[in-house]
Antibody
């Protein structure tokens, strides 16, 4: 069964850091691009970041560029999001999603999603 | 960045109704448009790729159409399990962007 399982969410103070992870199973992880998508409480979906299957290309929303870093470990079938300089407005459920292809996030859809991990930024 | 605008933001309908949700892009995106369904407290579910390609396992009552800047998602006969929020998403260029969502509620 194809599955994504996020972990690492929690409560962090403004200006703090957090790293969240997404463990993948049931498919050849290195062959597919991956994304992080977040959803603030009561709000819609916001794409945060994407990474190609090889990990050689990364993409970011302007709202997180310079603060967040996406990476992947294909030997461990795991996707990461390092979040620094966190702001109150980063509070959200963070989902990892698998793309239907391996390269740029463009031209593909997000066909598998994890259950999400909650990040709360508050003092 | 490409802005995606969905309408309506919400609608009330009855089981068996035919409904249409519209998504408009701020510039032409060819057919690089995907649709998702999300139920409360759950992750989104992928419905349609590249404007009209129904994903495996998605009921045939769902259909998508459009190209350029204007797209539609149609549910031909609304079922109880279809009450949810629907999002469009452009895959033409990064940053990827979603529409604001359309909440389909029971009348």
């Amino acid at each position: 069964e194809v599955q994504l399982l996020e972990s690492g969410g929690g409560l962090v103070q403004p200006g703090g850091s957090l790293r969240i992870s997404c463990a993948a199973s049931g498919f050849t992880f290195s062959k597919f691009a991956m994304n992080w998508v977040r959803q603030a409480p009561g709000k819609g979906l916001e794409w945060v970041s994407g990474i190609s299957g090889s990990g050689g290309n990364t993409y970011y929303a302007d709202s997180v560029k310079g603060r967040f870093t996406i990476s992947r470990d294909n030997s461990r079938n795991t996707l990461f999001l390092q979040m620094n300089s966190l702001r109150v407005e980063d509070t959200a459920v963070y989902y990892c999603s698998k793309m239907t292809g391996s390269g740029s996030p463009t031209l593909y859809g997000m066909d598998v999603w994890g259950q999400g991990t909650t990040v709360t930024v508050s003092s | 960045d490409i802005q995606m605008t969905q309408s309506p933001s919400s609608l009330s309908a009855s089981v068996g109704d035919r409904i249409t949700i519209t998504c408009r892009a701020s510039q032409s995106i060819s057919t690089s448009l995907n649709w998702y369904q999300q139920k409360p407290g759950k992750a989104p579910k992928f419905l349609i790729l590249t404007a009209s390609s129904l994903q495996s396992g998605v009921p045939s009552r769902f259909s998508g159409s459009g190209s350029g800047t204007d797209f539609t998602l149609t549910i031909s006969s609304l079922q109880p399990e279809d009450f949810a929020t629907y999002y469009c998403q452009q895959s033409y260029s990064t940053p990827l962007t979603f529409g604001g969502g359309t909440k389909v509620e029971i009348k």
